[in-house]
């Protein structure tokens, strides 16, 4: 069964950081590109950022760009998501995913003073 | 940006009926390695979106049968052939060929 399992969220202030992490299982993990999407409770999914199978190339939303960073360890079968000068527009819930699996539980990043 | 729009926004339909919801894309979506890069989530109420559809027609493990994918290009449909009461929610389709991956709006379908 596969699993995907985010971590790391909370509540932080502007300016803040946090680092997300996404423990994947019962798939190929090192196999697959993996992304973050978010989403502020009541509106729809928005990209964030993907990570290629051996980490080499990453991309993302111009909204992050600069200030989040993606990355993976596929011995542990986990990737990240290092978000600094968080902002309150960034306040959402975060998915971790692939696109041929599916999307985690999410958790939530609340940025506010 | 690639921009992916959704029609209807919302969809009521009676159990047993069919339901379909297009979604057009603003570029092609054939790459070309020969596939086409074009995806479907459903988000039941209060849950994280699940993939329905890869690849436009593939469904994904455990998907009933009665959900189908189809399109090419920049014009794409997902079919329910038979609404049951649990596919409420908010379906997605998204395309993951350009940079960066996009969404449409969403549609949600109600049951009446």
């Known amino acids: 069964e596969v699993q995907l399992v985010e971590s790391g969220g909370g509540l932080v202030q502007p300016g803040g950081s946090l680092r997300l992490s996404c423990a994947a299982s019962?798939?190929?993990?090192?196999?697959?590109?993996m992304h973050w999407v978010r989403q502020v409770p009541g509106q729809g999914l928005v990209w964030v950022s993907r990570?290629?199978?051996?980490?080499?190339?990453?991309?993302?939303a111009d909204s992050v760009k600069g200030r989040f960073t993606i990355s993976r360890d596929n011995a542990k079968k986990t990737f990240y998501l290092q978000m600094n000068s968080l902002r309150a527009d960034d306040t959402a819930v975060y998915y971790c995913?692939?696109?041929?699996f599916g999307w985690g539980h999410g958790t939530l990043v609340t940025v506010s003073s | 940006d690639i921009v992916m729009t959704q029609t209807p926004l919302s969809l009521s339909v009676t159990p047993g009926q069919p339901a379909s919801i297009s979604c057009k894309s603003s570029?092609?979506?054939?790459?070309?390695?020969?596939?086409?890069?074009l995806y479907w989530f459903l988000q039941k109420p209060g849950q994280s979106p699940q993939l329905l559809i890869y690849e436009t027609s593939s469904r994904f493990s455990g998907v009933p049968d009665r959900f189908s994918g189809s399109g090419s290009g920049t014009d794409f449909t997902l079919k329910i052939s038979r609404v049951e009461p649990d596919d409420v929610g908010v379906y997605y389709c998204?395309?993951?060929?350009?940079?960066?991956?996009?969404f449409g709006g969403g549609t949600k379908v109600e049951i009446k």
């Open positions: 995913g692939s696109l041929y």
């Open positions: 990570i290629s199978t051996d980490g080499s190339s990453t991309n993302y």
């Open positions: 570029q092609n979506l054939l790459y070309s390695d020969g596939k086409t890069y």
């Open positions: 998204m395309q993951g060929i350009y940079v960066p991956p996009s």
């Open positions: 019962g798939f190929t993990f090192s196999g697959y590109w």
